[in-house]
T-cell receptor, first 112, second 113 residues
């Protein structure tokens, strides 16, 4: 079956521009997570969606970051007015319940 | 913020040797998981050990968990060149019911043929 997919796989943008990153979770998975991985580092939690509950946004680093999940499926992570320190790989994961998260291939964002 | 430390940060061994990686964490957990990452992209889930378990095996992988020391180890036996990757431990946080994972910094393993 299809796994978690993310698009684009790579994104190069100029400082100050807005970007949107997309995640398609595994069908039927109610939980969706966004993580960020800076070069040579572990993953940093950003945001969590579970069904129709209010998302846990506690990991978002600034108000330039936002995410939504439409219809309990596809999620979009938006970064406004990108900065060079936003350069990282953004990983999405989905799960049924709160265990066994399945990760997508990630989007590598480069801010020039 | 990261949960804790992984040790060593980098490990280079010959094919056929065993590789041991260690992980420490800070909070009370329900479970601890190990993931593998190739080329800095998607993570592959390797094994999950629950807080009431002390040791778990899966193929050539052996994971131990010591909740009194808040530490875990991953042993890969009879390593192969294809095991070359970065390995991360990840814990949940028992005080949170979201299931969000807190990752260590990772160990980069190189297995030389």
């Amino acid at each position: 079956g299809a796994g978690v997919s993310q698009s684009p796989s790579n994104k190069v943008t100029e400082k100050g521009k807005d970007v949107e990153l997309r995640c398609d979770p595994i069908s039927g998975h109610t939980a969706l997570y966004w993580y960020r991985q800076s070069l040579g580092q572990g993953l940093e939690f950003l945001i969590y969606f579970q069904g129709n509950s209010a998302p846990d946004k506690s990991g978002l680093p600034s108000d330039r970051f936002s995410a939504e999940r439409t219809g309990g499926s596809v999620s979009t992570l938006t970064i406004q007015r990108t900065q060079q320190e936003d350069s990282a790989v953004y990983l999405c994961a989905s799960s049924l319940g709160t265990q066994n998260q399945f990760f997508g291939p990630g989007t590598r964002l480069t801010v020039l | 913020s990261q949960q804790g430390e992984e040790d060593p940060q980098a490990l280079s061994i010959q094919e056929g040797e065993n590789a041991t990686m260690n992980c420490s964490y800070k909070t009370s957990i329900n479970n601890l998981q190990w993931y593998r990452q190739n080329s800095g992209r998607g993570l592959v889930h390797l094994i999950l050990i629950r807080s009431n378990e002390r040791e778990k095996h899966s193929g050539r992988l052996r994971v131990t968990l010591d909740t009194s020391k808040k530490s875990s180890s991953l042993l890969i036996t009879a390593s192969r060149a294809a095991d070359t990757a970065s390995y991360f431990c990840a814990t949940d946080d028992r005080s949170s019911n979201t299931g969000k994972l807190i990752f260590g910094q990772g160990t980069t393993l190189q297995v030389k043929p």
